[in-house]
Every structure is written in C-alpha cells, then in structure tokens.
T-cell receptor
Framework: DAGVIQSPRHEVTEMGQEVTLRCKPISGHNSLFWYRQTMMRGLELLIYFNNNVPIDDSGMPEDRFSAKMPNASFSTLKIQPSEPRDSAVYFC???WGQGRSGANVLTFGAGSRLTVL | GQQLNQSPQSMFIQEGEDVSMNCTSSSIFNTWLWYKQDPGEGPVLLIALYKAGELTSNGRLTAQFGITRKDSFLNISASIPSDVGIYFCAGLNYGGSQGNLIFGKGTKLSVKP
C-alpha cells in the first residue's frame, strides 16, 4: 500500500487566495482525519470523517476552513480566503474502526506545508 | 479539556546513551500510542498500548502503559543517530468519539555521534 497520500507537499500563496489540500487515505480505512501542526500549538485535530460523513468539526478554526469527503478514497481541506496565520503543516491521517482496541492507530500522510504570505 | 504533559521538551544525548521520556495526564486513557516524526514527514506509529500495566517492546524501544491509566513512558536503549526526531505520545479514551485522540507536544531528540 502506498500509504496516505497528500498533495501538494508544499504550497506558497498570498493572503486572500484560496488553498485546497488533498488527501487519499489508505484503501479500506473508513476514518479520515485532518490535523494542523504548528510550533506553538502542536498537532491539532481539525475535523474527522467516518464512512465519508463528518463526525466532529469542532476543531475547524473558522468558517474560512471547510472539508469534504465525496468518496472513500478522497478528501479535501479548503481555506478561503487564506491568511498568514494559517501557515502550518497540514496532515491527513486515516484509520480503520469505530473506536475499539486496535482500531485507533492513525497512519499519517507526509503533510502539506502551507505558507501564506 | 483533556491534556497530555509530555516531558522533556527536548533532549541532547550522546550516541549509545539510553533515553527516557514520558507523558502524564489528569485524565484516564484506554489507549496510549507513541509516534515518531522525522523532519519533513508525518508521524509514524512506534508502539501501541491497550492495557493498564502493559509493557511492550519494539526493537530498542520499550513503552509502558501506566497502572493508573494516566501516564506512559517510552525508553530507547543504545541510541543511534537515526533516532533523531520528535517523539509524540497520544492518548485515547473510548468514552469519547474516535476523534478524541489527544497528542502531547512532543519530545525533540538530538543524538550526537
């Protein structure tokens, strides 16, 4: 398996521009997570999906952030409009299960490093 | 909300030395996970712990699930340069949703050859 695949790996954009980050989870995994990592706040959960349905989006910072999972093999995280404080590394992770033992092992992608100027 | 206190924040050690880091919480967790993040990459799972008191090894790594369910430690024996990276603990309480995997702030390990 190729693992969790994220794109782009790096993105530099200007304030006000729309940013779309993409994720392909591991085949067979039914949960998908979007995290944001910064030096100050560490790893923060933004939103997670189970069976393509958003379960908890309480970590999404503002209405400027939105996430979709149209099918089991693809998800997007969109920021519109972007701001300099959105600069961070965004990770997608996937797992299998419903919260039982052995099923909460997240496999992370390599991340998308976003810089908003 | 639930928080994990991970310590130390950073470590500078000599190759060959043993390393110990830990996570504590005021809350009880049912699962403890330890991840390692290499520069420019995502975290990779090292060890998963599911029972209080459980002691699990993975090569030179050993981790334990504290008996109180509020703490866990990770030991690395005979460190080598490729052990460099950031180590994260993560805890999960089944009482919450699967998204309630809480991460510590990480321990940054530097190994001097």
């Amino acid at each position: 398996d190729a693992g969790v695949i994220q794109s782009p790996r790096h993105e530099v954009t200007e304030m006000g521009q729309e940013v779309t980050l993409r994720c392909k989870p591991i085949s067979g995994h039914n949960s998908l997570f979007w995290y944001r990592q910064t030096m100050m706040r560490g790893l923060e959960l933004l939103i997670y999906f189970n069976n393509n349905v958003p379960i908890d989006d309480s970590g999404m910072p503002e209405d400027r952030f939105s996430a979709k999972m149209p099918n089991a093999s693809f998800s997007t995280l969109k920021i519109q409009p972007s701001e300099p404080r959105d600069s961070a590394v965004y990770f997608c992770a996937s797992s299998w299960g419903q919260g039982r033992s052995g099923a909460n092992v997240l496999t992370f992608g390599a991340g998308s490093r976003l810089t908003v100027l | 909300g639930q928080q994990l206190n991970q310590s130390p924040q950073s470590m500078f050690i000599q190759e060959g030395e043993d390393v110990s880091m830990n996570c504590t919480s005021s809350s009880i967790f049912n699962t403890w996970l330890w991840y390692k993040q290499d520069p420019g990459e995502g975290p990779v799972l090292l060890i998963a712990l599911y029972k209080a008191g459980e002691l699990t090894s993975n090569g030179r790594l050993t981790a334990q699930f504290g008996i109180t369910r509020k703490d866990s430690f990770l030991n690395i024996s005979a460190s080598i340069p490729s052990d460099v990276g950031i180590y994260f603990c993560a805890g999960l309480n089944y009482g919450g949703s699967q998204g309630n995997l809480i991460f510590g702030k990480g321990t940054k390990l530097s190994v001097k050859p």
